[in-house]
């Protein structure tokens, strides 16, 4: 997959987004409705195109690049990646621990308003996000920016700076009902199943093998 999967506004005067959660995370993208966004990935290998789609009344996502696709069904905590060209794919929880998107900073990083934006043609939150170091020896950690809608549609998410600057960008946003079929595998893939982080690290090797290439600038979604 070449392409990105890495953001309190009543603190600005805005209501809270959708986006915002309790618990679990603290930042989590998790549209309230069924949309599918187009996505431009630019910085390091991670460059390309991508597409999300999420069927936003059963929890499910679907990110779509040229060589495969990843879905994610939350409620039952199991991720598919899709190879094309091979015809197969291979299964693995999620291990989510309960978020019900795509997790954009957890409950120990630090996430602040930055103002708005305008991206695609919609109106974002921009949130800056500083990961939480695990060490206190650590240099500086590589600070997030994510600018996301009121309900809770990504539209752009920014990493680092300089020459070490990755970013992606929503090019095209499409509300309307999604096709649960998109979130099933197609009739004659053959399938693998691999158990834990450890599997689904070497499961995103053998992707890269495939012609998957990198994975997104959005927040991993390997198994934690």
């Known amino acids: 997959m070449r392409h990105a999967a890495a953001a309190a506004a009543v603190l600005i005067g805005l209501a809270a987004p959708a986006a915002l959660a309790q618990g679990t995370a603290a ?6 409705r069924d949309v599918a966004v187009s996505y431009r990935a630019t910085g390091g290998r991670e460059a390309g195109e991508l597409r999300i789609v999420w069927l936003a009344s059963e929890e499910k996502m679907r990110v779509e690049t040229p060589g495969g696709a990843l879905i994610r069904d939350n409620r039952a905590k199991r991720d598919i990646m899709l190879m094309n060209e091979q015809r197969m794919f291979i299964e693995s929880g999620s291990g989510q621990k309960g978020s019900k998107g795509l997790v954009m900073a957890g409950p120990d990083d630090t996430v602040t308003p930055e103002g708005a934006d305008r991206v695609a043609g919609l109106d974002c939150t921009v949130w800056r996000i500083v990961p939480k170091k695990d060490d206190a020896d650590d240099g500086d950690t590589a600070v997030k920016r994510a600018c996301m809608t009121a309900d809770g549609v ?3 998410v920014v990493e680092g700076d300089g020459a070490n600057r990755k970013t992606t960008v929503a090019t ?4 309307g009902r999604q096709d649960p079929a998109l ?3 197609p009739e004659g893939k053959r399938g693998k199943t691999c158990g834990g982080q450890a599997g689904w690290q070497r499961a995103r090797t053998r992707s890269g093998r495939y012609g998957m290439g990198a994975w997104p600038v959005m927040p991993s979604l390997a198994p934690r």
């Open 27 to 32: 930042l989590v993208a998790a549209p309230t």
């Open 154 to 156: 990504p539209l752009r």
């Open 172 to 175: 095209k946003v499409d509300y």
């Open 183 to 185: 979130f099933s595998v």
